[in-house]
């Protein structure tokens, strides 16, 4: 367990550092390719904002989980999102349906990044992260909820 514990928190940092909204993952599908197609398989992408958008727009049934602390939700949050913190997710501690697209979403798009590989490796198949986080979505413009 606290071995387990070690590898969560250097995966963490590691997903945080300065090239955090970078990464060198290739989604499962390219972001012009419908999910649709590939339900058979797992889907692992790190979105743009614009494309972001467009998948909230049409995945009507998309968990959107925020893993900020309940602190950083001060500076707005997407519409219709669930905040379940980073750490809660490491520790187990969240009810998230089985069987529903997921798109998670942090600060800057690493915490969000490392909530895919824990959740994924419970059994979540279909996960999608906010690429630059929240802090991108600002620069893009688009909508918030205070």
């Given at each position: ?50 494309q972001t958008m467009e998948l909230i727009k049409q995945k ?87």
């Amino acid at each position: 367990m606290k071995k387990k514990f070690v590898v969560l928190v250097a995966l963490f940092l590691a997903a945080c550092s300065n090239n955090a909204n970078q990464t060198d993952a290739q989604p499962a599908i390219s972001a012009g390719q419908s999910a649709a197609s590939t339900s058979q398989s797992e889907v692992f992408a790190s979105y743009s904002p614009a494309q972001t958008m467009e998948l909230i727009k049409q995945k009507k049934d998309l968990v959107i989980i925020d893993v900020r602390s309940p602190q950083e939700l001060r500076e707005g949050k997407i519409e219709n999102s669930t905040l379940i913190p980073f750490f809660d997710i490491m520790r187990g501690n969240y009810t998230i349906p089985q069987g529903r697209p997921l798109l998670l979403i942090c600060a800057v798009g690493g915490r969000s990044y490392a909530a895919m590989q824990i959740l994924s490796r419970k059994g979540f198949k279909e996960i999608y992260n906010l690429q630059g986080g929240i802090s991108a979505w600002k620069q893009a413009n688009l909508p918030l909820v205070f």
